[in-house]
């Protein structure tokens, strides 16, 4: 496990600054925001410092957990799987997932544990709140899962990733807005 040997902060997919553009988007600082298996992201950390005060990092692996809270104590992390999201229903306005998803879909259950994280990303969304999801993934396939929930509408973006001097394709960035 990743954490074990290094449980340094790191970002999967792309940085704050490569991300804020598209986050400001869909985001409000007096949002509740779940991270979705955070790691060791830093992300919410810059969102703190940025406003959002309403944040919850779940992540399952306790490694991660606990460097988390060793590094940000002003940060709610919690143990938990994606799979059993402990939160109330329609609680949450937004629901980040920056290589979650596609964690999941590598694991040897991979179709039934995405659909069973799906339906609870969609349980604990508000009417009208958003899951972002960022992956590499084919479009098609992400689109295909998705699809597969109620959603009012799904967008698509994708970041551009600053390095350096230039500038390249990242991630697509999937927004996905929970029916009213």
Not at 91 to 111: H, N, Q, V
Not at 137 to 156: A, F, H, P, Q, T
Request: one cysteine or more; aromatic letters at 8%.
């Amino acid at each position: 496990m990743r954490y074990t040997s290094d449980p340094r902060p790191y970002d999967f997919y792309l940085s704050h600054t490569d991300f804020k553009p598209v986050l400001s988007k869909y985001l409000i600082p007096t949002h509740s925001i779940l991270h979705l298996g955070n790691g060791t992201s830093r992300l919410p950390s810059f969102m703190l410092n940025d406003g959002f005060t309403n944040q919850i990092c779940i992540d399952y692996s306790p490694i991660a957990v606990k460097a988390c809270q060793d590094i940000w104590p002003k940060l709610v992390v919690k143990c938990m799987d994606a799979t059993k999201i402990t939160l109330d229903d329609n609680s949450i306005d937004a629901i980040i997932d920056k290589a979650t998803l596609d964690s999941i879909l590598c694991e040897t259950d991979a179709p039934n544990a995405a659909l069973t994280t799906l339906s609870e990303i969609h349980r604990v969304l508000k009417s009208g709140g958003v899951y972002i999801m960022v992956s590499y993934s084919d479009l098609g396939g992400r689109e295909e899962l998705l699809n597969k929930c109620s959603w009012e509408e799904i967008k698509v973006e994708r970041v551009t990733i600053s390095t350096g001097d230039s500038k390249k394709d990242g991630p697509f960035v999937f927004i996905c807005k929970k029916c009213n």
